[in-house]
């Protein structure tokens, strides 16, 4: 088939990239020229592991082309992907000024019939908003379905390769069979393909997204009464894994969840119930408890020097929202420097792929370290903000021979507290005794 995506950003070259990987004819469009030729001299705009080598396959093979036109990158196609970002509004709402930008592009552009698909994160009711927008602006036939993203950064392209379901919003049998057919080289396993009408596939992504930050949020809810009662949250969460109606995901305390998913669809979900006059105290709750639960950690890092903060250097590992991706947005890290930072302490960090977009953002107010090891050369503390694989196995004595004052507070309880109590550190997690 021949397809056209709006958006180059996480999903847009995930879902391109993965189209024209299975064949098919895929042309990314991007109206930022830089962006598209970086992309072509093979400098990807995000990390993402696994994407940089089936972008540049793709472009070697001719099966993925870059535009910043609209109206060449839509030309003769029968599949139009909607892929721009909906990010939140001052008032919590999804900002849809990218996709109203996008689909007013995509309306004058057409040049026969085509299938635009909302890929995009968007509220309940939008794309029959695509639907009579396109209707104005073009004479052609189309059609509209909504088919929303369950992409994890860090897992993304795995996610889309082989996804866990698919779902698509239509009321059109023939056009539902042409998505069914697309699809269907990912499913072969046996995942299922789940239609729907067009208003409950785009709940389902807020819905998704509500249940995992609910889980998460209840976890630390959870973790802070055992560390209120000296119970060891770890012993508990086995306990819960164990339930099938529970399983084992979503099931760890930590600093908080952020990124550019659950943060933002948990607020934007809450606001639609209220535009209908219906209250949402569970989403309100779970965003409550979400910002409640960092300032916690940063209450316990500043209580823990006082004063003499203004004196100190902090060491941080991690600085992405979550392991595998270089994407700070609403990361728990950048709360706690911004804690440090406003109390007069100094702070080293390293992340690593994040360290530019760190830079980029606090530039000189933060020292970025190259390597893990170096963040901590004279530190008067470490904080374990972000889970990523290298930080699981450390060198204890290597770290206590470079540190002033050994002591660990770990956002994400990578260490057994008895090891790290042998190796001479304090220890402070979540929900855990401390050592």
């Known amino acids: 088939m021949r397809i056209a995506i709006i958006g180059t950003g ?173 699809y269907a080289p990912f499913l072969r396993t046996g995942k299922p393909f789940i239609a729907m009408n067009i208003r409950s596939a785009e709940l389902a992504k807020y819905a998704a997204n509500a249940m995992l930050a609910a889980r998460i949020s209840l976890m630390n809810e959870l973790a802070n009464i055992a560390d209120a009662y000296g119970v060891d949250i770890t012993r508990v969460r086995e306990a819960l894994m164990a339930d099938s109606r529970l399983g084992s995901t979503y099931l760890f305390p930590g600093l908080a969840f952020g990124g550019s998913c659950l943060p933002k669809d948990v607020i934007a979900a809450s606001r639609m119930a209220k535009d209908k006059a219906l209250s949402t105290p569970v989403l309100d709750g779970v965003s409550a408890t979400n910002k409640a639960q960092l300032q916690r950690f940063n209450d316990r890092l500043l209580r823990h020097y006082g004063p003499a903060i203004s004196e100190k250097r902090i060491a941080i590992w991690g600085g992405s929202f979550k392991p595998r991706t270089d994407d700070i947005r609403e990361a728990p890290a950048l709360g706690v420097i911004d804690a440090l930072l406003e109390a007069g302490g100094q702070v080293n960090i390293y992340d690593p792929v994040a360290g530019p977009n760190l830079k980029a953002l606090y530039g000189d107010r933060i020292t970025v370290a190259p390597k893990m090891y170096a963040c901590l050369e004279e530190t008067d503390g470490l904080v374990i903000a972000t889970e990523w694989r290298e930080f699981h196995r450390p060198d204890f004595d290597r770290m206590a021979g470079m540190m002033r004052e050994t002591v660990i507070f770990d956002g994400r309880n990578l260490y057994n507290p008895k090891v790290i109590a042998e190796a001479g550190f304090r220890y402070f997690s979540i929900g855990r005794p401390d050592v």
């Open 10 to 182: 996480y999903v847009g070259l995930v879902v391109g990239t993965g189209l024209a990987e299975n064949g098919h004819w895929v042309t990314c469009v991007d109206e930022d020229p830089s962006k598209i030729e970086k992309l072509r001299e093979g400098k990807m705009p995000f990390y993402e592991p696994g994407l940089e080598e089936l972008v540049m396959h793709n472009i070697e093979e001719e099966r993925l082309c870059l535009a910043t036109d609209i109206a060449e990158g839509v030309a003769d196609k029968l599949l139009i992907f909607l892929c721009v970002g909906t990010p939140s509004g001052p008032d919590g709402a999804a900002d849809m000024t990218q996709l109203d930008n996008a689909v007013d592009a995509v309306g004058r552009a057409l040049s026969g019939y085509a299938i635009i698909v909302v890929k995009s994160t968007v509220p309940i009711g939008t794309t029959e908003r695509v639907r009579e927008r396109v209707a104005e602006l073009t004479s052609h036939p189309f059609d509209v379905v909504a088919n929303p993203e369950f992409l994890k950064e860090g897992a993304a392209v795995d996610d889309f390769l082989r996804p866990d379901r698919v779902i698509v919003g239509c009321e059109d049998i023939r056009v539902l069979e042409i998505m069914r057919e697309l």
